[in-house]
């Protein structure tokens, strides 16, 4: 402290009030901009409309392995001034390899009708895991950040939480987003063998902007074994 007030010391005056000034701005910027923040992550929004899409038929994986999309769930928003609503498509994958040690690959797609568009968050898609090296350490957030016109503000709150307890029920999973794709998405993951409990449940959830499209999607999911083993199944589902 003593040398830091020497160096003050021998510095200018005026070289001295610039760096306070700039201290001062920087710290009200940062204080600016969280309050900012906080204030539009006050205004939430409620899913006026919530709706199950069917479970998938069970497809089996090898000779003792399965795999089914479960507890998949449509809830859209109120539509705002211009017409727009935002809803969520959200599911769980379980899959149950029967041989703990195995690797899966699974994959699942979302996809939604014609002129739907790709809610977005400030930081992107409004895509629910993000990519990840563990998937088991990411957290899922109560509520997400949605661009969205409503209520006076562009930055809604979204609950996102409520229908995603955790996005794996393991460790030493993998996630990658498939290429990108207008009205689609594409979740890869990557089970590594271990001695995981089984089923393995893998949840997701994608939000969009409709404005003529009632809420709708379908869900189509593969996994594949390194033996060479594969299943597919598939769901859909709408709010109209």
């Known amino acids: 402290m003593r040398r830091v007030l020497e160096y003050l010391k021998e510095m200018p005056t005026l070289a ?4 306070l000034v700039g201290l001062v701005a920087t710290a009200g910027a ?3 901009e969280n309050l900012d923040l906080a204030e539009s992550l006050d ?6 409309e919530t709706g199950p899409i069917p479970d998938s038929s069970p497809a089996k994986l090898g000779r003792r392995g399965e795999i089914q999309i479960t507890d998949a769930t449509l809830a859209a928003t109120r539509a705002n001034a211009s017409d727009y609503r935002v809803y969520r498509v959200a599911a769980t994958l379980e899959v149950t390899t029967g041989e ?4 899966a690959n699974p994959t699942c797609t979302i996809e939604v009708p014609r002129n739907v568009i790709f809610a977005r968050t400030p930081g992107g898609r409004a895509v629910f895991p993000q990519p990840s090296e563990d998937l088991e350490v990411q957290d899922v957030p109560n509520v997400a950040g949605i661009e969205f016109n409503a209520k006076g503000t562009d930055l809604v709150g979204l609950e996102v939480e409520d229908v995603i307890p955790e996005y794996t029920t393991t460790a030493d999973v993998l996630l990658e987003w498939g290429p ?3 009205g689609s998405q594409t979740f890869e993951w990557v089970i ?6 089984e089923p393995v449940n893998l949840t997701f959830a994608t939000m969009f902007r409709t404005n003529d499209a009632a809420p709708a999607a379908a869900i ?3 996994v594949t074994t390194v033996e060479g083993a594969e299943a597919r199944t598939a769901t859909r589902g709408s709010l109209d």
């Open 100 to 103: 703990p040690e195995r690797r």
């Open 16 to 19: 001295i009030a610039t760096v």
């Open 180 to 182: 990108y794709r207008a």
């Open 43 to 48: 205004e939430y929004i409620e899913w006026e």
């Open 192 to 197: 590594r063998g271990g001695n995981h409990e």
């Open 30 to 32: 940062h204080i600016v």
């Open 220 to 222: 189509s999911c593969a």
